[in-house]
């Protein structure tokens, strides 16, 4: 299996910037695809980014396209979220999760198989 850390959350102004990491170890980190989720009190949890193993395919919300980017690095074993233009919306736990199986970048939380901790973000009006 793999593991999962997440790191670079934090309390951020409206129009700000933050940069998400996720570090895992254990199996090979090239044979997941990952992705990114986040849940604000109250609601489900939501898909907010993805990218496969290539890193040539990304997936996007519709809510964050233009404003997030999501990337990984197979040499440090690390995918991050570069949050720009952040909104009061966007704050969240964001969530770090790989996806064994082979296709393309699901949005569905059940097809992920291994999740971090999660990391706060919250963005002040």
């Known amino acids: 299996q793999v593991q999962l850390v997440e790191s670079g959350g934090g309390l951020v102004q409206a129009g700000g910037s933050l940069r998400l990491s996720c570090a895992a170890s254990?199996?090979?980190?090239?044979?997941?695809?990952m992705g990114w989720f986040r849940q604000a009190p109250g609601k489900e949890r939501e898909f907010v980014a993805g990218?496969?193993?290539?890193?040539?395919?990304?997936r996007y919300v519709d809510s964050v396209k233009g404003r997030f980017t999501i990337s990984r690095d197979s040499a440090k074993n690390t995918v991050y979220l570069q949050m720009n233009s952040l909104k009061p919306e966007d704050t969240a736990i964001y969530y770090c999760?790989?996806?064994?199986?082979?296709?393309?970048?699901?949005?569905?939380?059940?097809?992920?198989?291994?999740w971090g901790q999660g990391t706060q973000v919250t963005v002040s009006s």
């Open positions: 990218i496969r193993r290539s890193g040539g395919t990304t």
């Open positions: 999760a790989a996806d064994q199986h082979f296709g393309g970048v699901s949005t569905y939380p059940a097809v992920y198989e291994y």
């Open positions: 254990g199996r090979t980190f090239s044979n997941y695809i």
